[in-house]
């Protein structure tokens, strides 16, 4: 069965750092687009950052640029999300996705909460 299995996520104070992870299974995870979205309460789901299949080239939302790093480990089966500085409006649930042509996967996800 494939599965994509989110950790990480907890309570942070502003300003403090996590790091997510994401484990494949059961595909061949290294063929696949990465990418990380997450969900606040009464939002849509949005994209905060991808990275291909190699991690060339990563992208980010405007958002989390300078504050959050993608990365992947093929021979894990992993995609991290590095957040640092983190904020209060970055309090969501955070989901991994990974797609290749017409075959898509999604984790269940994992809350952050930024909260004083």
């Known amino acids: 069965e494939v599965q994509l299995v989110e950790s990480g996520g907890g309570m942070v104070q502003p300003g403090g750092s996590l790091r997510l992870s994401c484990a494949a299974s059961e595909f061949t995870f290294s063929s696949y687009f990465m990418s990380w979205y997450r969900q606040a309460p009464g939002k849509e789901r949005e994209l905060v950052a991808t990275i291909p299949t190699f991690g060339v080239s990563t992208n980010y939302a405007d958002s989390v640029k300078g504050r959050f790093t993608i990365s992947r480990d093929n021979a894990k089966n992993t995609v991290y999300l590095r957040m640092n500085s983190l904020k209060p409006e970055d309090t969501a649930v955070y989901y991994c996705?990974?797609?290749?042509?017409?075959?898509?996967?999604w984790g269940q996800g994992t809350q952050v909460t930024v909260s004083s």
């Open positions: 996705r990974a797609t290749m042509y017409k075959y898509e996967y």
